[in-house]
């Protein structure tokens, strides 16, 4: 589906934020005069959705609990792909055997899910096949091997099997099999490093204590993730393997270091350190201790929160260059910076987030109010500024690798916790509720591992 | 647990600079008797001795007292800035011949932010504000060598609030003696 796209300024827009961060642009508030290509409302489309459904899958009478478990994984996971209107399936269809397509027609359906699940050894054989009921056809069918449901694989081995659904009929990246990082703050001033799936499932702490643990960050193949630490002797750049439980100091000597990011190949990281006069951007060697290090910045001030585009070329950060907290783009290694964010009085834009799939980029910015949601284009600096969020305090957020859902920091209907919006349908859904729970980062698929 | 143990005693800073800010110091401890066994009652030259070397102790521990609370008194910065505003220079002026005079004190300096911004900002904005209080002392003559500062961003508000005025509490620098505090002595005294 195409990502709605509205470029006319419209009658109803204009919260008060966004006309006062456009006051630069747009030196009047007449809609008439707004440059081209700025967009003042955010408007979503929840219409065009393929309709689909996940007929009950088949199984022996004694797998009946795996069966249904497997089941209610799918279905959930292709929900909450927002790309899908879930249809309920009809009784006289729920039953296994052959399909009949004409009656699943006349329900508007447009395509159909069933499975099987028999049991080997030491696990099960998931028998999968997607039906175009429109061309009354199947359209995709594989077998895949799932783990015993007591392994910790099990879930994100399901999850896989519903990002292929989703790569089926849409040709797109689904999320299902990913997970989020995050650090949480407690009321007893410890720290912790967490990671939860993506379905909310599976919360765990990786690390915790009393030193200050911030921005944690996946490297692109989901083993590693790369973290800030104060301890006792100072600050460091650490990065952990969650296979092996190693840690490996990639750098340290400074007052302060933050905001690490993988560049996509893996290979590298970006980070912001605290050099005499403030923060800088860097690019060491992952994997390495005591690498030599590359300066990517040098303009006083700060620079922070750098992240790669998706082919490595470019990177977005935070820079105060200019002596207001603003996105810029520039090449990988600094070179030709542009400000991304418009500018205008008592603005600041924070926590930026490059698309793993084009040239958007995500931050949250305020003209003085309540910090909201907002996606630039990397392509047009100054211009195109979409407002996802309207509604509580938004912060730091982070791109799933589908390109379309974000997870934030918000303090939403449901309260402080993290969230997740489809930037296509606005569809908000709490992730993991709790205060304190921050620097949000979405990881790669891990389907390939499983 | 030595952070632990740090945080402690930076906890206990803020409770004092907290309470010597609005308020008059905190009541001295009683003094400490002599050691020696009380003479009797008919001594009155010993009694009085004691008496008047009980006093001078509890005047010298409440002037420390005075000195600790001047040097650990917070500071508070305008919104988004490190720079030191005209009553946070008052302050740290009080502060300077103080440190002067006790070469021997030790001195760490938190930075701290209002809610605003971002986790990670605010952790820069905190260390760039304790770094300019650092620098300030340093320019008026305080070797940089007996001077550590920290940040702890937008973690520990003294006030939760999300008023200006709480945002105001928050965006503070904290001063913690970390040596030298038993035996602090008056400048020129």
Not at chain 1, 292 to 305: E, S
Not at chain 2, 174 to 184: H, K, M, Q
Request: charged residues 20%; negative net charge; aromatic residues 8%.
């Amino acid at each position: 589906m195409q990502r709605s796209i509205h470029t006319t300024a419209g009658a109803l827009l204009a919260p008060a934020l966004l006309m006062a961060t456009f006051a630069g642009a747009a030196a009047q508030q007449d809609t008439t005069h707004i440059p081209p290509g700025v967009e003042l409302e955010t408007r979503y489309s929840v219409s065009g959705r393929r309709a689909v459904a996940v007929r009950p899958f088949a199984g022996p009478i004694p797998l009946a609990g795996v069966v249904g478990q497997v089941g209610a994984i799918v279905t959930q996971d292709l929900s909450l792909s927002d790309r899908y209107d879930m249809l309920p399936v009809p009784t006289d269809l729920a039953t296994p055997g052959p399909v009949d397509y004409q009656a699943w027609n006349s329900l508007n359906l447009e395509y159909l899910v069933t499975g099987e699940v028999t049991p080997t050894a030491d696990g099960f054989l998931f028998d999968v096949t997607v039906h175009d009921v429109v061309f009354a056809r199947e359209h995709r069918r594989r077998t895949f091997t799932l783990p015993a449901t007591t392994s910790p694989d099990f879930r994100m081995s399901v999850h896989g099997v519903s990002d292929e659904i989703v790569q089926w009929i849409s040709e797109q990246p689904g999320i299902a099999a990913t997970r989020i990082a995050f650090s949480r703050f407690n009321a007893d001033q410890t720290y912790d490093l967490l990671i939860v799936d993506s379905d909310g499932e599976n919360l765990r702490r990786i690390l915790g204590g009393p030193s200050q643990l911030h921005s944690p960050v996946w490297s692109p193949d989901g083993q590693r993730i790369a973290y800030t630490t104060s301890e006792s002797e100072g600050w460091k750049l650490v990065e952990r393997d969650l296979v092996t439980g190693r840690s490996t100091t990639l750098s340290t000597g400074s007052q302060l270091f933050l905001t690490p990011a993988y560049g996509p190949d893996g290979s590298r990281v970006a980070y912001s350190v605290w050099l005499p006069g403030g923060l800088e951007l860097m690019e060491t060697a992952s994997g390495q201790a005591g690498a030599t290090p590359k300066r990517l910045t040098n303009t006083g001030g700060d620079n922070l929160a750098p992240t790669y585009s998706s082919d490595g070329r470019r990177i977005a950060f935070l820079s105060t260059r200019t002596g207001q907290e603003h996105i810029f783009v520039s090449n990988a290694d600094g070179s030709g910076a542009r400000q991304l964010t418009p500018p205008g009085r008592g603005v600041e834009f924070h926590g930026p987030d490059w698309s793993p799939t084009g040239t958007q980029v995500v931050f949250h910015g305020s003209a003085g109010g309540p910090y909201q949601i907002m996606v630039g284009d990397a392509d047009r600096p100054g211009l195109q500024i979409r407002q996802l969020t309207s509604t509580g305090w938004n912060e730091d957020p982070s791109w799933a690798p589908d390109g379309r859902h974000i997870v934030y920091t918000g303090s939403g209907a449901q309260g402080a916790g993290l969230y997740v919006i489809d930037t296509v349908t606005g569809t908000i859904r709490l992730l993991t509720r709790g205060a304190k729970l921050r620097e949000a980062d979405w990881s790669s698929s891990m389907a390939a591992r499983q | 647990m030595i952070r632990r143990a740090a945080l402690a005693v930076a906890a206990l800073g803020v409770v004092f600079a907290a309470c010597s800010k609005n308020e008059p110091p905190p009541p001295p401890p009683p003094p400490t008797q002599p050691t020696t066994t009380r003479q009797p009652a008919a001594n009155t030259n010993n009694d009085d001795a004691a008496a008047a070397a009980a006093e001078a102790a509890r005047r010298a521990e409440a002037e420390r007292a005075r000195l600790r609370s001047v040097v650990e008194e917070m500071i508070y910065f305008d919104y988004d800035q490190s720079a030191i505003r005209a009553d946070a220079e008052a302050a740290l002026q009080r502060k300077v011949p103080i440190l002067r005079a006790n070469p021997g004190v030790r001195l760490r300096i938190s930075g701290h932010a209002d809610e605003r911004g971002s986790v990670e900002y605010n952790l820069a904005l905190g260390l760039r504000r304790a770094n300019s209080v650092r620098d300030y002392l340093v320019n008026f003559g305080i070797d940089a060598s007996r001077i550590t500062t920290e940040t702890f961003g937008e973690d520990r508000p003294l006030d939760p609030g999300m008023t200006e005025a709480a945002y105001q509490r928050n965006r503070r620098a904290e001063f913690t003696i970390t040596a030298g505090a038993d035996n602090l002595v008056s400048p020129g005294g």
